[in-house]
């Protein structure tokens, strides 16, 4: 069985393929490749892997509508490395729909995660901004 953090690298992968890769839209046709590019089977992922991809596809929308608000003026989602802008997704989807994690957890995972597969500036620009998501979730959460 694989960690939580191998788990979140996958979900980024999968998610990156599925949704700027040229042919594969489904999960389930991405997922043989980014196993297999990680050396692990099918068998020692946790249902934690699907939770997460399943969870940022269905909820885009409302993602990209929490995401948006906090970006520069007259910046777009569109204009975000896209590395960046799937970390931003999934790191905003833990924190809206996995209440038990610690935001310190997440925060710091998405950290190392844009380390490895962001621009320079990514690490930075991912922690401010989640830090803005987790501030705003947490003072509507008192209200």
Same mark, same amino acid.
């Given at each position: 069985?694989?960690? !939580? ?18 042919? &594969? ?6 997922y043989p490749t980014v196993f297999e590019l990680n050396h692990i089977t099918a068998?020692?992922?946790?249902? @934690?892997?699907? +939770? ?7 909820q885009q929308d409302e993602l990209d509508a929490t995401i948006q608000p906090l ?6 989602? /569109? !204009? ?8 931003? !997704?999934?790191? +905003? @989807?833990?924190? &809206? ?7 310190s957890v997440i925060l710091n995972e998405m950290i190392e995660l844009a380390k ?22 947490? /003072? /509507?959460?008192?209200?």
């Amino acid at each position: 069985m694989i960690d !939580r953090h191998q788990t979140r690298r996958l979900a980024f992968q999968t998610l990156f393929n599925v949704m700027f890769g040229e042919d &594969q839209t489904d999960p389930a046709t991405v997922y043989p490749t980014v196993f297999e590019l990680n050396h692990i089977t099918a068998d020692d992922v946790p249902p @934690y892997l699907n +939770t997460l991809v399943q969870g940022v596809l269905a909820q885009q929308d409302e993602l990209d509508a929490t995401i948006q608000p906090l970006l520069r003026t007259n910046w777009k989602l /569109s !204009r975000l490395e896209r590395a960046t802008l799937v970390l931003l !997704r999934l790191g +905003t @989807y833990e924190l &809206q729909f996995e209440p038990d994690l610690p935001t310190s957890v997440i925060l710091n995972e998405m950290i190392e995660l844009a380390k490895e597969f962001g621009g320079n500036d990514a690490p930075q620009f991912v922690n401010g901004l989640l830090a803005t998501v987790a501030k705003h979730r947490d /003072s /509507s959460a008192q209200a």
